[in-house]
């Protein structure tokens, strides 16, 4: 079956300097890869997201490149920032039906 | 944009009720919408597939008839929770995916059950 594993949390920066949250997957087929980012107190929102190999989604500063040879889809932000501090969850859509199946999650804390 | 609300937001009853969960998609139509649970610091897990006019297809190990989805319209899915009792006092996330196409799911803010 498919999966997605990100690097626990919590995570704890100061602001500007660099993060990088990892992901891998397994999938069948062909996935698509998304990051989601969940703000306190509110839903999930699209991020970013790759659909095909070696294709690299970007928003708000934040990159991630989709390595099928690593199957990873890793989280890159040069300069983070207080107001990036939120949890991150790394997915994949796959199947007939494109169901997402979500990582658990990384709490990530940005301090002034 | 695409926007997608719950109803209600935070919702506590006694064991032994139900509960109702309205989700909507407000400026788009979604033949498609997606129930999750969220447990505490812990991810999304998929509860259904909800699909308009038509049965939801339940993930493995969630009782179709505890948790009952209806799609009657192309902007709303009902999630009812049946006879609940406090091991069901979770987060309860909807998503939609529009009509016109593109697998993007759009997530609802969720809502917030606690079963005493």
């Known amino acids: 079956g498919n999966s997605v594993t990100q690097m626990e949390g919590p995570v704890t920066l100061s602001e500007e300097a660099f993060l990088t949250i990892n992901c891998t997957y397994t999938a069948t087929g062909y996935p698509s890869l998304f990051w989601y980012v969940q703000y306190p107190g509110e839903g999930l929102q699209l991020l970013l997201k790759a659909t095909k190999a070696d294709d690299k989604g970007s928003n708000k500063g934040f990159e991630a490149t989709y390595r099928k040879e690593t199957t990873s889809f890793h989280l890159e932000k040069g300069s983070v920032q207080v107001s990036d501090s939120a949890v991150y969850f790394c997915a994949l859509s796959s199947g007939s039906a494109r169901q997402l199946t979500f990582g658990s999650g990384t709490q990530l804390t940005v301090l002034p | 944009g695409a926007v997608v609300s719950q109803h209600p937001s935070r919702v506590i009853c006694k064991s032994g009720t139900s509960v109702k969960i309205e989700c909507r998609s407000l400026?788009?139509?979604?033949?498609?919408m997606f129930w999750y649970r969220q447990f505490p610091k812990q991810s999304l897990m998929l509860m259904a597939t909800s699909n308009e006019g038509s049965k939801a297809t339940y993930e493995q190990g969630v009782e179709k008839d505890k948790f009952l989805i209806n799609h009657a319209s192309l902007t709303l899915s009902t999630l009812t929770v049946t006879s609940a009792h406090p091991e069901d006092s979770s987060f309860y996330i909807c998503s939609a995916r529009r009509s016109s196409g593109g697998e993007t799911q759009y997530f609802g803010p969720g809502t917030r059950l606690l079963v005493l």
């Open positions: 400026d788009f139509q979604a033949t498609t």
